[in-house]
């Protein structure tokens, strides 16, 4: 994708999609929202990572940075395939607006072992040459992640460096009897990730063919409790027990006077730098093949990071650290060329930051909700943008824009509501327009605004563990007017067809 185009978009994950089994997933109605994005003139439908969650069910402490999450993957192709009979909900049904993952997940992993089952007797010779060839294709990562998966089952999802020791080891001798013992159950996890790849490029091409462009979302670290680390623990900041001696989070500010201690591993850059940054280079493939253009979270830290002591129960202790920098990019680009990356490039941002971001030629990002807290010189207020940003009128991270207004200060309501201008209840749509007429080449909208949802909506509280990541749309929320008004938006403002506004000749 071309990022200097103007463009308009809409962010939703696919997990808040309709659906009949308790979780948006890559079914009928992924393509119905497609359908729904081109018809409003959207070219952009950006998600959230797509890789399996963890704690918190967060998609960005997932425990592989190259798998898809198992629950994305949509059961109907599964019965029109014919391994999986139509499956019975459960008594009590699913929420329609919200996940209950501690109910769907288990759910889903039952259908899911009996469409396996179902392949295992009933699948195709060419069904079988394709899973075979594409596990071919992909066993740089795919071997651990499915061995990885195998081993935590029986022993109940105990982290890695508990298990036995040449299992934690990866001594050969414990690595191989486990690929012999469990040869099934490594197979099944492979079959789930082929179905994975299979329905997630399939909505790709049909996106594409309707013009519309896959925005993926890339968190710059990793989990402790993953495939990852426990394939290659040389490349983190690892003891002798594989423990972390530093983890990654973000000093105080006047949001959090603890700061943030996210508990990731931080990366051995000297160790990556070494192997020209093959690691990353592997990362940074897999994800161009699953979207046209990606974000990459907290590409502060690719700068400078901030190195927590393993220690330290918060982020009051801590110290910058210098990234890796151009050359990283420069490695990847040397490889794979050049980069479709937008660049979160929000918080504590520093000269070396926006001087690597400019260098690597990336786009930043803007949020026009941060705009009212000062005055006309404000950094994230649409007439001080650049083009080449992309602009939101808020993200998963952050409230909904009604309500953020509901919340917002006196102050900044009347500076909204004379700068935009707007009241109560059109302030989602003059965010949307003072994006959409603003120069920057993308413009992208949570859904939840595109509706005008309220705080009850919103996807995530960052700091608070439990409770986020569920929010389902339903089509009666949607209608047929914030289509219409979006379309209309998007098209007076040159980022769709001029026809949508029905001009006459």
Not at 131 to 154: G, V
Not at 200 to 212: H, I, P
Not at 253 to 264: E, H, K, L
Not at 289 to 304: K, L, N, P, S
Request: aromatic fraction near 12%.
């Amino acid at each position: 994708m071309d990022l200097n185009q103007r463009v308009a978009g809409v962010l939703l994950h696919i997990t808040s999609l309709p659906g009949p089994h308790g979780m948006g997933d890559f079914g009928p109605d992924a393509y119905r929202f497609v359908d729904w994005l081109a018809a409003s003139g959207q070219r952009l439908w950006q998600l959230l990572p797509t890789t399996p969650i963890g704690p918190g069910d967060s998609p960005y402490q997932g425990v592989s940075a190259f798998a898809g999450s198992q629950w994305m993957v949509a059961l109907e192709p599964l019965i029109a395939k014919g391994w999986l009979q139509p499956p019975h909900l459960p008594a009590e049904g699913f929420a329609a607006q919200r996940v209950d993952y501690g109910q769907v997940l288990p759910w889903r992993e039952q259908q899911l072992r009996l469409a396996w089952a179902g392949f295992k007797t009933g699948a195709t010779a060419a069904d079988r040459e394709a899973l075979a060839a594409w596990s071919l294709q992909q066993e740089d990562w795919l071997d651990d992640y499915a061995l990885f998966m195998t081993i935590r089952s029986p022993l109940n999802g105990q982290a890695w460096w508990t298990w036995p020791a040449g299992l934690a080891r990866r001594e050969p001798g414990a690595m191989a009897q486990a690929r012999t013992e469990h040869a099934d159950e490594i197979a099944f996890w492979q079959f789930v990730q082929w179905c994975f790849d299979t329905q997630s490029s399939a909505l790709k091409a049909y996106a594409n063919g309707k013009g519309v462009a896959i925005m993926g979302d890339l968190p710059i670290f990793v989990a402790h409790d993953s495939a990852d680390c426990w394939s290659r623990p040389d490349l983190y900041h690892l003891d002798e027990n594989f423990q972390t001696t530093v983890v990654a989070g973000v000093p105080p500010d006047a949001m959090s006077t603890a700061g943030q201690r996210w508990g990731n591993p931080l990366y051995r850059w000297d160790r990556m730098a070494a192997e020209n940054y093959a690691w990353w280079t592997a990362r940074i493939k897999r994800a161009l093949a699953q979207a046209d253009v990606f974000r990459i979270d907290h590409f502060r830290g690719f700068a400078g990071y901030y190195e927590i002591p393993a220690s330290s129960p918060d982020a009051k202790q801590g110290r910058w650290v210098t990234g890796p920098g151009k050359a990283l990019f420069d490695a990847i680009e040397a490889s794979l060329g050049q980069l479709p990356i937008v660049a979160e490039d929000l918080g504590f941002i520093t000269d070396d930051v926006h001087e690597l971001r400019l260098a690597c030629g990336f786009p930043g990002m803007k949020i026009l909700q941060f705009g009212f807290g000062g005055d006309g010189t404000h950094e994230f207020l649409p007439h001080m943008w650049p083009r080449a940003s992309v602009v939101y009128t808020g993200t998963h991270d952050n409230d909904t824009v009604r309500g953020w207004w509901n919340h917002a200060s006196p102050r900044e309501r009347a500076y909204a509501g004379s700068y935009l201008p707007c009241g109560e209840h059109d302030v989602h749509w003059a965010m949307i327009r003072a994006c959409c007429n603003s120069v920057a080449n993308l413009a992208v909208f949570p859904m939840q605004d595109v509706l005008g949802l309220d705080s009850i909506h919103r996807m995530n509280i960052p700091g608070i563990l439990g409770g986020n990541w569920g929010w389902r749309f339903s089509w009666d929320m949607v209608g047929s007017e914030p289509g219409r008004v979006l379309g209309l938006i998007a098209a007076a403002s040159g980022r769709a067809p001029l026809g949508l506004l029905g001009l006459p000749s």
